[in-house]
């Protein structure tokens, strides 16, 4: 804490004085700061631009990979009967499907009980699924209630489902749901008995509904779908089948015997033209980025934080050329973004004719996928170069712009290892007047102190003085 100075002997306004002085002797840092400021304000501008261009590089990658132009779409003339998509590996092609039959899942039941606390008895259950592996479930004497038993079964990890229901008349029936359809998933159920008697209707054995032959009543039988697909009967054991026509899904919804459904599976040339209209918006959000960092209002004289910027002029040069790219070995009809109805304005921003663009999809197809994707020894497609160059400025190790926000913030240290050291001399600068005020009050006090002493003598001398010349007359 720095001495108080009164001023009491001096009457001057000491603190005044000293916080004038030191007001002075900040300039620098005031300076400083303004520098510090002006350099944030860059980091931050830089990350606004890289942000902008990680947004173009990602509708980039969408066009650099040959896989992504590989879309097709398939459509049904009776979605209510059959729902179909098309993935990577379809084909273009026609196809008249008939369902007959939808897979469905085998359902089984117990016999009745009374309540769902209905002790049932011991002993083991044994479940198999299909060609699954047997699995025994031990039932105790603390967990033999027909809902205990339920839980058992759902606790042993099988693709089955049990349940009990109640019929709304007093009946309590246990039921056994296969988690999967078609006869590959049909349902073993047996049981040993711990009363020794597997075929009576007591104890565990009375889940059965026919103890004699160790059943229960199927409530649901399972089966495969059945379907005709160009004049070709297929069976399958789910609803939704991906096996029979390459690249497609089919979801079986409703059977149809009958009807024939027509489903076309075509060139999905729309979501080409999305992924390059992503490409026009980000390349044009980009030229905003660009014109709102580097733009100088003469109005107002308000300058964009990278307005001079040589780094981002130079980023933003280059992009523009890019755009006027052409690919060795592409076909001449579509040899370049303006051949696929993309133009360039005087602003430097982009404009998609989709009509254009399909139409060189339909008649050069694999030439606008190569002018894109091609990435051979010599020879890269456009979004594999700007792949490359858009890395060079991003790359978080050693991009353009990595180094340029590391120049930035090496600067804003050394501004505020400078304010530090300044501080620390301004704050001895400032005890270092207060000591002197101080000082200056205390010599002043001893002034005061002697005038008075002075003034005494002064007075005494004048006092035996005038005794004297009394004393004369």
Same mark, same amino acid.
């Given at each position: 804490?720095?001495?108080?100075?009164?001023?009491?002997?001096?009457?001057?306004?000491?603190?005044?004085?000293?916080?004038?002085?030191?007001?002075?002797?900040?300039?620098?840092?005031?300076?400083?700061?303004?520098?510090?400021?002006?350099?944030?304000?860059?980091?931050?501008?830089?990350?606004?631009?890289?942000?902008?261009?990680?947004?173009?590089?990602?509708?980039?990658?969408?066009?650099?990979?040959?896989?992504?132009?590989?879309?097709?779409?398939?459509?049904?003339?009776?979605?209510?009967?059959?729902?179909?998509?098309?993935?990577?590996?379809?084909?273009?092609?026609?196809?008249?499907?008939?369902?007959?039959?939808?897979?469905?899942?085998?359902?089984?039941?117990?016999?009745?009980?009374?309540?769902?606390?209905?002790?049932?008895?011991?002993?083991?259950?044994?479940?198999?699924?299909?060609?699954?592996?047997?699995?025994?479930?031990?039932?105790?004497?603390?967990?033999?209630?027909?809902?205990?038993?339920?839980?058992?079964?759902?606790?042993?990890?099988?693709?089955?489902?049990?349940?009990?229901?109640?019929?709304?008349?007093?009946?309590?029936?246990?039921?056994?749901?296969?988690?999967?359809?078609?006869?590959?998933?049909?349902?073993?159920?047996?049981?040993?008995?711990?009363?020794?008697?597997?075929?009576?209707?007591?104890?565990?054995?009375?889940?059965?509904?026919?103890?004699?032959?160790? &059943?229960?009543?199927?409530?649901? #039988?399972? %089966?495969?779908?059945? +379907?005709?697909?160009? @004049? $070709?009967? *297929?069976? =399958?054991?789910?609803?939704?089948?991906?096996?029979?026509?390459?690249?497609?899904?089919?979801?079986?919804?409703?059977?149809?015997?009958?009807?024939?459904?027509?489903?076309?599976?075509?060139?999905?040339?729309?979501?080409?033209?999305?992924?390059?209209?992503?490409?026009?918006?980000?390349?044009?959000?980009?030229?905003?980025?660009?014109?709102?960092?580097?733009?100088?209002?003469?109005?107002?004289?308000?300058?964009?934080?990278?307005?001079?910027?040589?780094?981002?002029?130079?980023?933003?040069?280059?992009?523009?050329?890019?755009?006027? &790219?052409?690919?060795?070995?592409? #076909?001449? %009809?579509?040899?370049? +973004?303006?051949?696929? @109805? $993309?133009? *360039?304005? =005087?602003?430097?921003?982009?404009?998609?004719?989709?009509?254009?663009?399909?139409?060189?999809?339909?008649?050069?197809?694999?030439?606008?996928?190569?002018?894109?994707?091609?990435?051979?020894?010599?020879?890269?497609?456009?979004?594999?170069?700007?792949?490359?160059?858009?890395?060079?400025?991003?790359?978080?190790?050693?991009?353009?712009?990595?180094?340029?926000?590391?120049?930035?913030?090496?600067?804003?240290?050394?501004?505020?290892?400078?304010?530090?050291?300044?501080?620390?001399?301004?704050?001895?600068?400032?005890?270092?007047?207060?000591?002197?005020?101080?000082?200056?009050?205390?010599?002043?006090?001893?002034?005061?102190?002697?005038?008075?002493?002075?003034?005494?003598?002064?007075?005494?001398?004048?006092?035996?003085?005038?005794?004297?010349?009394?004393?004369?007359?």
């Amino acid at each position: 804490m720095g001495i108080g100075v009164s001023g009491l002997m001096s009457g001057l306004d000491t603190e005044s004085i000293i916080s004038g002085l030191m007001e002075l002797e900040r300039r620098p840092i005031l300076l400083l700061q303004r520098r510090e400021a002006d350099f944030q304000s860059k980091i931050s501008a830089i990350g606004t631009l890289k942000s902008a261009l990680n947004d173009l590089k990602s509708a980039i990658d969408a066009l650099k990979d040959s896989d992504n132009f590989e879309s097709f779409a398939a459509t049904s003339s009776n979605t209510e009967t059959l729902e179909v998509s098309a993935g990577s590996g379809a084909l273009p092609g026609y196809y008249h499907i008939e369902v007959t039959n939808l897979a469905q899942a085998q359902y089984l039941r117990s016999s009745a009980f009374t309540s769902s606390d209905a002790v049932v008895g011991t002993g083991t259950i044994t479940i198999q699924v299909g060609s699954d592996t047997p699995v025994e479930i031990e039932i105790d004497s603390e967990h033999n209630t027909l809902s205990e038993i339920a839980s058992a079964i759902n606790d042993a990890d099988l693709d089955v489902t049990a349940a009990v229901i109640h019929d709304g008349s007093g009946n309590y029936y246990m039921t056994l749901a296969s988690n999967e359809t078609g006869t590959d998933n049909t349902i073993s159920f047996t049981i040993q008995d711990d009363d020794g008697n597997n075929d009576d209707a007591s104890g565990l054995s009375a889940l059965y509904t026919d103890p004699a032959n160790h &059943t229960l009543t199927e409530t649901q #039988a399972a %089966e495969n779908a059945q +379907l005709t697909i160009n @004049g $070709i009967n *297929v069976e =399958r054991s789910s609803n939704t089948i991906d096996d029979l026509i390459e690249g497609v899904t089919l979801d079986l919804k409703k059977e149809a015997p009958g009807e024939t459904v027509n489903v076309e599976v075509s060139r999905d040339f729309s979501s080409i033209t999305s992924k390059i209209q992503d490409f026009v918006d980000k390349y044009n959000s980009l030229v905003d980025t660009f014109t709102r960092l580097q733009s100088y209002n003469a109005e107002t004289k308000e300058a964009g934080t990278l307005l001079g910027d040589s780094t981002t002029s130079q980023i933003r040069y280059r992009l523009q050329r890019m755009l006027y &790219t052409q690919v060795s070995g592409i #076909a001449d %009809e579509v040899n370049g +973004l303006s051949k696929l @109805g $993309i133009e *360039v304005d =005087r602003n430097g921003k982009l404009s998609l004719d989709e009509s254009e663009l399909t139409d060189a999809l339909e008649n050069h197809l694999d030439d606008v996928v190569n002018f894109f994707t091609l990435d051979e020894s010599g020879v890269q497609g456009l979004a594999v170069q700007l792949d490359n160059i858009l890395d060079s400025y991003l790359n978080s190790y050693d991009g353009i712009l990595k180094a340029k926000e590391d120049g930035l913030q090496a600067s804003v240290d050394r501004i505020e290892d400078q304010i530090e050291r300044i501080n620390l001399r301004l704050a001895q600068r400032e005890e270092n007047l207060r000591r002197q005020f101080n000082a200056l009050e205390e010599l002043l006090g001893q002034y005061q102190q002697t005038s008075g002493f002075l003034e005494q003598q002064l007075a005494s001398l004048t006092r035996l003085t005038n005794s004297i010349v009394d004393k004369a007359k």
